[in-house]
């Protein structure tokens, strides 16, 4: 399918000197739901009980959002703040085991319901109003414990960043048809990418300001400023700031716009947040990629990180967006 490109008239961003990137870690992972050694790494702030997590956590938010009945921020990382009691607490704890980037959640006692709960990702996050969407889990340490969704649709499927490969995983995605494509939204979150475009055929695509050594062979590389299409329903907007090439998703019959890490909700609040310690681009920038979003019909924003927000209609979406651009601008 061809990718339409229509460009923006404007100008060109300034460009800053990108930081040191983060070091990747090179050492792959699985989690565990078992007794292992990492019982003697438990986390003194987590509550006694079978679940705990562990020294290694990297704080990415994951479980906190997924179980957040069990998991809390406490000292700068994540622990169990209260031991699931009911069936339904303890499968989305689980399912944060399953997650975590660092396999840093276990039980002290083996989880009985472990394949269970494997064969629920992709894992569909409202089926009444995102149908059709899904949680991928499996958030990889490659990509900074970043989330990825799968999306299904009739032409084709599309992946949205990279989940940590298993072949769990893979089987499922292809009981639901597999992946057409898969849309990177930036260079920080492409982890497995080629495991996965081996293993289900799909395109990737990702903004040619994002390729590095490893995105090198990506199918699809954008260039310039957009937007451009997938068919009629999806449309990818530039968004710089966060990255050069940042890129983010809008879905169009749902609603739904997947920003990587453009933009996120705030943990500690309702409101708005950019990532600026990771920016690698002014956030001047960043604020006129926010001003493109208000022309945007949309109601969800489904990051990279952190919480989804759903905001009762586009109105409320669009203020929320001034008072983000207004709180760094003031
Ligand atoms: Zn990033």
Not at 23 to 49: D, H, L
Not at 70 to 88: H, L, W, Y
Not at 145 to 161: E, F, K, M, Q, R
Not at 260 to 284: C, I, T, W
Request: aromatic share 8%; net charge negative.
């Amino acid at each position: 399918m061809a990718l339409l490109s229509l460009r923006f008239a404007a100008a060109p961003a300034p460009v800053a000197s990108p930081p040191a990137r983060r070091a990747r870690a090179a050492t792959s992972f699985r989690a565990s739901a078992s007794p292992s050694p990492a019982v003697g790494r438990r986390r003194p702030q987590n509550v006694p009980g079978d679940f705990f997590v562990d020294h290694r956590c990297i704080d990415c938010q994951a479980c906190r959002w997924m179980a957040p009945e069990v998991f809390k921020r406490i000292d700068g990382k994540a622990a169990v703040a209260a031991q699931p009691v009911s069936e339904e607490d303890r499968i989305k704890a689980l399912q944060a085991l399953l997650s975590c980037p660092t396999a840093s959640i276990h039980t002290e006692k083996p989880a009985k319901e472990i394949l269970q709960v494997q064969n629920m990702f992709p894992l569909p996050i409202d089926t009444d109003l995102l149908p059709g969407v899904y949680l991928c889990g499996y958030h990889s340490q490659d990509s900074f414990g970043a989330t990825s969704y799968l999306i299904t649709h009739p032409d084709g499927n599309i992946l949205v960043d990279s989940p940590r490969y298993t072949a769990e995983l893979a089987n499922n995605i292809e009981k639901l048809g597999g992946a057409r494509y898969m849309f990177l939204t930036h260079m920080d979150d492409v982890a497995d990418h080629r495991k996965w475009a081996e293993r289900l055929k799909c395109e990737r695509i990702i903004h040619s300001d994002e390729v590095e050594s490893v995105t090198a062979d990506v199918e699809w590389k954008l260039t310039g400023n957009g937007p451009w299409n997938i068919g009629a329903d999806f449309e990818l907007i530039h968004t710089p700031g966060h990255t050069q090439g940042s890129v983010c998703l809008f879905y169009k019959p749902v609603k739904v716009l997947f920003t990587g890490d453009h933009v996120a909700k705030s943990e500690e609040s309702d409101d708005l947040y950019l990532f600026l310690m990771y920016n690698r681009q002014p956030v001047s920038l960043q604020l006129d990629s926010m001003r493109k979003l208000l022309k945007l019909d949309f109601e969800w924003f489904l990051p990279g990180h952190g919480h989804r927000i759903h905001y009762k209609d586009v109105h409320a979406k669009d203020s929320a967006i001034e008072s983000l651009i207004a709180n760094y601008t003031s």
